[in-house]
């Protein structure tokens, strides 16, 4: 195995330091300057070395909330593209949703998926099975043969959907209990948002588009932390969107219920006013909502009541977006500019330090889904699943140098700083000098 | 005049009055024996109807003939929603076939806004009613409509509605008829009052320039005009209203109420009306209420905009009169 050594990176935005890898693995961390020298008597010889001054060194990022699209809409994206994408995003691993075609509902369907996450090479892929069969919120699906399968999975969810109905939703809770997994939820009352479009309050009102209330989402997190305190099991809510269900979060935390919570970066940056536009580009579920609820998303995640950034990453080809706003698909790519929106929204504006955006982009996924292996400290010893990030790099995204297969991004024309220099899965380089190796 | 029209609210005071001043002149094409103008000869405009609607497609059908335009009708069946009907793929063919101007028709909120800034065409395009969204046409008879009652036909040209209070009752929520008159007649200076039940008033109307009210009786006695708009049977499903007789008693426009206006107020409708629900046959049949005026409105206003958008920024008083070599009669 090949040995790299990347010398004078800060360690999760601290102190500068050498890391020499070796094999997988880290084999030492040292002050800068002492690997090169004689003073731990690890020799560097033969290795690459990753000149990494005035960069940040990151455990390798995990994403909690990905769509893969395979099976069933490869049009969109592959398991191969979509790892890609995560490596050119700084992720070494993904927890893929169930909703595929088929439904990621049985132990087959979630082997298939980990397989051929297996088989890319760029990023391990956890696939996170279904709650019901077919996503159809009625039966519970298999949940402990996809935990016995080769895949092992430990995150259940019908993302896309909610599981609306409370008794299939306290047994889920209950039911996952026998394997430590855990359910997350796509919060979204079913009612309240038919025929809904975009956040409803002054904008939805005037572009005449159909509202999705705050209280849509607000409604189910309440109800679900109660459910997981009521069985004493743990509960993720996905992509949190407004200031309301952080004020939930936050209470049910402070009561000591077992929940965690996530947020999209988007959600951290863009508001319902850009949907004046009807450029479906911003059309997303849940939608973008207010600058209100835009700052108490990012104050959350600063102070842990939001625990981790997730991408919600959702692929679709140019024809399901170029059309006008009721036709188009919702969703947007996400995994290749994750950490630039974090940088600007949290790191920039001194919310978040890296040492913050370490444990909200990896260090916390990882323990949410139980991903052994990944969001390890970095240090001698452990994995070596690392990113290297260039903060002061600025561009304008432009989409068409993204390795998803897909276009969707609302940030294409926008300056967003910061770059991934180099992902580095198990020791092996997936991303070098911002290209894919 | 902007390029397009695709909202009620992109129309200054100026530009609107240019409109409803041009429309009094094309009015005036209606009253002559040969109805024709040949403002528009060898152009060609398109009318989209994503949704149907006959009333107003022949209202602009009618103002595009009588402007002597070629008129291509292009009805595409289905819902707005299914995929497969492209609106993009339908604008290209259009483009393709040099047509002149796009009055389009769609039941998805935006999609005249798409089309005419997605790059997708070049022509103008006409908002005939999109979704939820907007009627800007509608608005601008509603407005004439008005100036011709309230202010008069001749001593109305050049003025606005300023000070008029006009009432909107019934289903706001699902209405582009109120969204277009709310910003319209608040453009030209009236004080415009929306009524109907909590159920049927958009979260987020906080912002909108008028007063709302869930009491129709109170505003009444204050009101130069009461707008009725439609109130859709299905919407009895989602439990915006108890029952259709509850609703009527509530919000309905009968010959006791209309009592309670004043003398020369007027009652409006966009049509069609229900009858019995929203306002009885006694009100429907009153010569206060404007609906067939309305409709022969209609077709002043698509002229007159169609004419400004196509034609020039002249006044319609300096474009050529009537022409005997089209079709007479
Ligand atoms: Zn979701």
Not at chain 1, 21 to 49: C, F, K, M, N, P
Not at chain 1, 248 to 254: G, H, L, P
Not at chain 2, 10 to 34: F, K, Y
Not at chain 2, 247 to 257: A, E, I, K, P, T
């Amino acid at each position: 195995m090949s040995k790299i050594l990347i010398r004078g990176a800060q360690v999760l935005g601290g102190e500068a330091q050498d890391v020499l890898i070796d094999g997988e693995t880290i084999v030492a961390t040292a002050r800068q300057g002492e690997i090169d020298g004689s003073g731990t008597g690890l020799s560097a010889e033969g290795a690459t070395v990753i000149e990494a001054e005035g960069q940040i060194l990151l455990p390798g990022l995990v994403d909690l909330h990905t769509h893969l699209r395979e099976p069933g809409r490869e049009d969109s994206e592959t398991v191969l593209t979509g790892t890609r994408a995560a490596a050119s995003g700084g992720y070494t691993a993904v927890f893929a949703m169930a909703n595929t075609h088929p439904v990621a509902d049985t132990a087959g369907v979630v082997e298939q998926v980990w397989r051929l996450g297996k088989e890319s090479g760029y990023c391990d892929v956890q696939p996170i099975g279904a709650v019901t069969v077919g996503l159809e919120g009625k039966k519970l699906a298999e949940l402990g043969a996809m935990n016995d399968s080769a895949a092992g999975v430990t995150v259940f969810s019908d993302d896309g959907k909610c599981v609306d109905d409370a008794v299939i939703m306290r047994r889920a809770l209950e039911y996952v209990k026998a394997f430590g997994g855990v359910v997350a939820q796509h919060a979204q009352e079913p009612r309240l948002t038919e025929g809904a479009q975009m956040n409803e309050g002054i904008v939805s009102a005037e572009l005449g588009l159909g509202g999705w209330p705050a209280v849509a989402e607000e409604s189910i997190i309440a109800r679900d932390v109660l459910l997981a305190e009521h069985v004493g099991s743990r509960v993720h809510i996905c992509h949190l969107s407004t200031a309301g269900s952080v004020e939930i979060v936050r209470w049910a935390k402070s009561r000591g219920i077992d929940v965690t919570a996530e947020v999209t970066p988007h959600h951290l940056l863009l508001t319902d006013e850009l949907v004046r536009s009807y450029n479906p580009v911003y059309k997303v579920n849940p939608p973008l909502r207010t600058e209100k609820d835009v700052l108490a998303l990012r104050e959350a995640l600063a102070d842990g009541t939001i625990d981790i950034v997730a991408t919600d990453h959702a692929p679709h080809p140019h024809e399901d977006k170029d059309c006008e706003w009721a036709a188009a698909a919702m969703g947007m790519v996400g995994l290749e500019t994750a950490l630039s929106v974090v940088q600007q929204t949290m790191v920039e504006t001194g919310l978040l330090d890296w040492a913050g955006v370490a444990d909200r982009m990896s260090f916390a996924p990882a323990r949410i889904g139980r991903a052994t292996g990944h969001g390890r400290p970095v240090s001698a010893g452990e994995p070596a699943n690392l990113t290297l990030v260039d903060p002061a790099y600025r561009g304008v995204v432009d989409p068409a140098g993204f390795a998803s297969r897909s276009r969707n991004t609302p940030y294409e024309g926008r300056e967003l700083p910061g770059r991934v220099t180099h992902t580095i899965l198990r020791g092996r380089a997936t991303v070098v000098d911002g290209k894919l190796a | 005049m902007m390029r397009h029209l695709i909202s009620a609210a992109d129309l200054t005071r100026d530009d609107a009055v240019l409109i409803l001043d041009t429309a009094e002149e094309m009015a005036r094409v209606a009253d002559r024996p040969i109805k024709k103008l040949p403002t528009l000869r060898g152009r060609t405009i398109c009318n989209l109807f994503f949704e149907d609607s006959t009333r107003t497609r022949i209202s602009f059908e009618a103002a595009e003939k009588r402007l002597s335009a070629d008129v291509i009708n292009f009805a595409a069946k289905g819902s707005s929603v299914s995929k497969g009907e492209s609106l993009k793929d339908t604008a290209q063919t259009l483009e393709a076939m040099g047509v002149d101007a796009v009055v389009i028709r769609h039941g998805a909120s935006g999609a005249p806004y798409r089309l005419a800034t997605s790059g997708w065409i070049d022509a103008p395009v006409v908002n005939a009613g999109d979704g939820t969204h907007q009627h800007p046409t509608q608005a601008l008879l509603d407005a004439f409509t008005m100036r011709r009652r309230l202010v008069g036909r001749d001593e109305g040209l050049g003025k606005d509605l300023n000070g008029r209070r006009i009432t909107l009752v019934g289903d706001v929520l699902h209405s582009r008829v109120a969204r277009s008159n709310v910003d319209l007649l608040h453009t030209l200076g009236a004080e415009v009052t929306l009524v109907a039940p909590p159920t049927l008033v958009p979260v987020g109307v906080e912002t909108w320039p008028c007063e709302i009210s869930y009491d129709l009786d109170s505003v009444l006695p204050k009101s130069d005009a009461v707008m009725m708009l439609r109130v859709q049977r299905e919407r009895m499903n989602a439990a915006f209203f108890p029952t259709e007789r509850e609703y009527s008693r509530r919000y309905g426009l009968d010959g006791d109420r209309m009592a309670k206006m004043p003398e020369h107020a007027i009652v409006m409708h966009p049509g069609p009306m229900v009858r019995g629900m929203e306002i009885t046959a006694e009100v429907a049949d009153s010569d206060r209420c404007t609906v067939i005026e309305q409709v022969a409105n209609g077709v002043s206003i698509r002229m007159a905009v169609l004419y400004l958008l196509l034609g020039g920024n002249d006044s319609a008083a300096t474009a050529p009169s009537t022409t005997r070599t089209e079709e007479s009669k």
